[in-house]
């Protein structure tokens, strides 16, 4: 069974400050997806990783994946009020099997 | 482009009325899912339809039933309802295939059962 840990779950960061939260995954797979839900919204696709070194990046969020270690990274550098969200981490089974979700990681940037 | 629609947006219900959850999606995707959030516990899937005509349990599914009417739409429906089932309840689509990509989320139901 996979299991898909996400730590921290909360975070209270300073803005300005960089931090990284972790996913880490208990069987083999090769892609990975990370979202953001922002609170009393939906999930919205950040990033969708698909190899093993795959790095992506969108402002001042860099996502990478090492299918080795069985660990993806979400990197925040310079975090600002607006990334106050909760972000999940989300692994594919393989097969014909939905993804498995982490339970999230709730930011909090404040001044 | 609406991609997934959810209704209602919000519902009350007292313990043991019944409610049918409606979702679309216009993107022509195969795979069809519905979870359940709670503080606390993330994302819980109840049921998936890899495809138009199957359907499949997932982590919580008792006290729900599904229904994958067409390509478009999969609802879920409480039969009578219960307390423990207050929550925000989602349901998402994806393309290729059940994991094959990413997911896209509706924006969401608030139940509330009295």
């Known amino acids: 069974e996979l299991k898909v840990e996400q730590n921290p779950l909360f975070l209270s960061m300073q803005e300005g400050k960089n931090y990284t939260i972790y996913c880490n995954y208990s069987?083999?797979?090769?892609?990975l997806y990370w979202y953001r839900q922002d609170p009393g919204k939906s999930l919205e696709s950040l990033f969708v990783?698909?190899?093993?070194?795959a790095v992506k990046q969108e402002g001042r969020l860099m996502a990478s994946l090492d299918t080795k270690a069985r660990l993806s990274t979400l990197h925040i550098t310079a975090a600002v009020h607006d990334l106050s969200a909760t972000y999940f981490c989300?692994?594919?089974?393989?097969?014909?099997?939905?993804?498995?979700f982490g339970k999230g990681t709730r930011l909090s940037v404040i001044a | 482009n609406a991609g997934v629609t959810q209704t209602p947006k919000f519902q009350v219900l007292k313990t043991g009325q019944s409610m049918t959850l409606q979702c679309a999606q216009d993107?022509?995707?195969?795979?069809m899912y519905w979870y359940r959030q709670d503080p606390g516990m993330g994302l819980r899937l109840i049921y998936y339809?890899?495809?138009?005509?199957?359907?499949d349990k997932g982590e919580v599914p008792n006290g729900y039933n599904v229904s994958r009417l067409n390509k478009r739409e999969f609802s879920l429906r409480l039969e009578s309802a219960a307390p423990s089932q207050t929550s925000v309840y989602f349901c998402?689509?994806?393309?290729?295939?059940?994991?094959?990509?990413?997911?896209?989320f509706g924006p969401g139901t608030r139940l509330l059962v009295l």
């Open positions: 998402a689509s994806s393309g290729l295939g059940t994991g094959r990509e990413t997911q896209y």
């Open positions: 069987t083999t797979s090769d892609r």
């Open positions: 990783l698909l190899s093993n070194g």
């Open positions: 989300a692994v594919d089974r393989g097969g014909n099997t939905p993804l498995v």
């Open positions: 993107m022509n995707h195969n795979s």
């Open positions: 339809s890899a495809s138009e005509g199957t359907t």
